[in-house]
């Protein structure tokens, strides 16, 4: 499942991306590019990239932005890129649609013949696809190219060998090393932890998701990096409980006891990073 050699006998390259970028961030980017890389090597030209929102279904958390938001934001990004588009006809079914119908309506849309389709997909998009029944997997790889790029090919590719589904399509299936390492971020967790996403995301985006305050109000599990030591006024030193000193219990006649080592939550607190978001019920 290694970058192949051999060329692609067809001229212009279509990437399909569906998602729900929300937000769209940099290493959504980084992807297209990497994709449109590994497909020119083979021959082919930069035809277009086409962008396909998920709707927001009404089952999602209060942290997910609105629609426009999302395509506000996938415009800011990716506004310096050319030939690229941002299809509405997904997000406008208003309920979920199966991913082969989804590609199949954007190729029929902006795919012509000879055209090298290339519908990307991530490690557990992967995972799902095994699911599906054959005519649905069918659906999704006869006449395209399924690329998935990630740091560790190895557990992408165990899934492909032994599943029969996939059998018949290896050579449609192109796995793209990321050799950065790079990850997907949680841009939604840092904003409400009101953390820089600098880096994350285009400056645009960033500015566009502090002037809409997005993401204000995640639910999300409070981690490690949220347990903060309970400090003096003075901030100069911890705050521990007070310890009894046993040292002259003997003086009473009484069997002296060992100094208890306090317990972590007797000088720990956990504190809330931000004023404004409402603690978990």
């Avoid at 018949?168 to 090393?177: F, G, K, P, S, V």
Wanted: glycine share 2%; charged share 25%; with cysteine.
């Amino acid at each position: 499942m290694a970058e192949r050699s051999s060329d692609v006998d067809i001229s212009k390259l279509v990437l399909l991306a569906s998602g729900s970028f929300d937000p769209i961030t940099n290493y959504h980017i980084r992807i297209f590019e990497l994709v449109k890389h590994y497909f020119s090597l083979k021959g082919c030209v930069d035809g277009r990239a086409i962008i396909s929102l998920t709707p927001k279904t009404t089952n999602t958390n209060a942290d997910s932005s609105e629609t426009q938001d999302r395509i506000k934001m996938c415009e800011l990004a990716t506004s310096n890129i050319p030939n690229l588009v941002i299809d509405e006809w997904e997000y406008n079914q208003r309920c979920y649609t199966v991913l082969p119908k989804v590609i199949n309506k954007l190729a029929d849309k902006y795919c012509s013949t000879g055209d090298t389709i290339a519908v990307m997909v991530s490690e557990e998009q992967v995972t799902q696809i095994t699911q599906w029944p054959q005519n649905e997997v069918d659906e999704l790889i006869t006449n395209k190219n399924i690329v998935c790029v990630t740091p560790n090919p190895h557990r992408v590719i165990n899934i492909i060998q032994y599943c029969a589904k996939f059998s018949t399509y290896e050579d449609n299936i192109h796995l793209i090393i990321d050799h950065a390492n790079t990850c997907k971020p949680n841009v939604r967790e840092a904003v409400a932890n009101e953390q820089s996403i600098e880096g994350l995301v285009t400056p645009q985006v960033s500015k566009y998701i502090k002037e809409q305050y997005l993401y204000k109000e995640y639910e999300r599990e409070i981690e490690s990096s949220h347990i903060a030591l309970q400090m003096s006024p003075a901030k100069s030193r911890i705050l521990l409980p007070r310890i009894r000193n046993t040292a002259n219990a003997s003086s009473n006649g009484h069997k002296q006891k060992k100094p208890t080592t306090p317990k972590m939550g007797e000088f720990l607190r956990i504190q809330r990073m931000t004023k404004n978001i409402p603690s978990r019920v």
